[in-house]
């Protein structure tokens, strides 16, 4: 057992390399990076140097285009640039953001804290529900519960995010009807002049809109899945010779099968650490969020490549321990499987 998870932290490594190694190259073969930024800025300031020296014309001497591609690191071949990239990586050293001018870890950390408290407690609680919800649809099967249930989960899985941020700041955001909610930000002006309770509540109040769009796709898929996962497992013939020794339905139900039912659910844990960076760009635009999504968008958009390399790293890095984490799951809801 043991020789089999460090076989999986082993293969962490090429995976990562492969991973990053992709982006890296990807990355930098995209057009208008920060060099090329960098000179159009000087062009529209009238800054560059227009004698006979300049190059192809931009108005900007090489001696300036050479200083500028020392000073952002693209004086070296790209696989130069990956190595270099590799060994501060293992220092935790993410380099400098080119847009915001200050070290990438400090940029990443002061968007985490949003990204964190929405992946967490989309987490949570769409587990917490989906779980459960999925198990009484699988008990009620057929029945108008069910049914009706089914429905709602069915139209709420058809509506895009996009949309349905829209609709509940429409709605219940003093759009055109009800305002019951903050329309955007994660907490009051006043949020620091609040009681410790007053604090909590500001937080709910901020997060009800946001939170219901974070969830509304998971949600649909883990409580369908759980369900049929279910009642797969009902029909199988321990369960049957469970009930035929006279077992009450509840033990038949929540004693064997609902185990063996989890499987399934414990494989789409895989993303649990994934979560700690959730960040949706279009939620996060919708309801004014500062978080590691929309930092990821403006970071494509300006050419951050230091930014999206450390965003595309962490990412990776948190989904591969997640599968391992899922397989110590597996243990956990059925101690029979065996890795060996």
């Known amino acids: 057992m043991l020789m089999y998870f460090f076989k999986r932290l082993l293969m962490m490594i090429p995976t990562l390399l492969g991973i990053t190694l992709v982006c890296f190259l990807i990355i930098n073969m995209a057009p208008g990076g920060p060099v090329e930024q960098a000179i159009q800025k000087i062009r529209f300031s009238g800054a560059g140097d227009t004698s006979a020296t300049s190059s192809n014309n931009m108005g900007v001497s090489e001696e300036v285009i050479e200083a500028l591609k020392k000073q952002y690191g693209f004086d070296k071949p790209v696989h130069v640039r990956y190595g270099i ?191 700690f960076l959730a960040g949706s760009v279009i939620i996060e635009q919708i309801f004014s969020l500062d978080g590691i999504g929309l930092l990821a968008y403006q970071s494509a958009l300006d050419r951050d490549f230091n930014v999206l390399m450390a965003i595309i790293f962490v990412s990776s890095l948190l989904m591969v321990v997640g599968r391992i984490i899922s397989d110590l799951l597996y243990l956990v809801v059925d101690p029979r499987i065996d890795f060996n």
């Open 85 to 275: 990239w590799l060994k501060n990586i293992v220092k935790l050293d993410f380099g400098e953001s080119f847009s915001a001018e200050e070290p990438v870890i400090d940029v990443i950390k002061s968007k985490l804290p949003v990204s964190l408290q929405f992946g967490i407690l989309s987490l949570i609680f769409t587990y917490l529900i989906c779980i459960p919800l999925g198990v009484i649809k699988a008990v009620k099967k057929d029945s108008a519960f069910d049914v009706v249930s089914t429905v709602l989960l069915v139209v709420m899985y058809s509506i895009p995010a996009l949309m349905l941020g829209i609709l509940l700041i429409t709605f219940f955001a003093g759009g055109s009807f009800w305002d019951l909610f903050p329309m955007s930000d994660i907490m009051s002006d006043n949020y620091d002049d609040l009681t410790t309770w007053g604090k909590i509540k500001d937080r709910v109040h901020h997060f009800i809109l946001p939170m219901t769009c974070y969830m509304i796709g998971s949600f649909t898929v883990l409580t369908m899945l759980m369900k049929n996962s279910l009642l797969d497992v009902i029909k199988l013939d321990y369960v049957r010779t469970a009930r035929a020794k006279g077992l009450s339905e509840k033990v038949v139900v929540y004693k064997h099968a609902l185990r063996n039912a989890l499987i399934p659910i414990v494989t789409g844990l895989s993303g649990i650490l994934a979560f």
